[in-house]
């Protein structure tokens, strides 16, 4: 049995807020949820700062 297994999350049809969506480990979370649940809605945050490459994390979004 795999991680993956052990969590039963119900987030079909739900909307949820990702902190942080245009960073790497955001982006790629909400590639995850949006490929496993059905109808899910992700809102995206980020405060777009310069402290990593800006044109990076507009690509992400």
């Given at each position: 049995?795999?991680?993956?297994?052990?969590i039963?999350l119900?987030?079909?049809?739900?909307?949820i807020l990702v902190t942080?969506?245009?960073?790497f480990i955001g982006?790629?979370?909400?590639?995850?949820?949006?490929?496993?649940?059905?109808?899910?809605?992700v809102?995206?945050?980020?405060?777009?700062n310069?402290?990593?490459?800006?044109?990076?994390?507009e690509?992400?979004?």
């Open positions: 049995m795999n991680y993956n297994d052990k039963n119900e987030l079909n049809n739900k909307t942080g969506a245009a960073g982006s790629n979370l909400v590639l995850s949820l949006i490929k496993k649940f059905k109808g899910l809605t809102a995206g945050l980020d405060n777009m310069d402290y990593y490459d800006v044109s990076l994390k690509c992400r979004l």
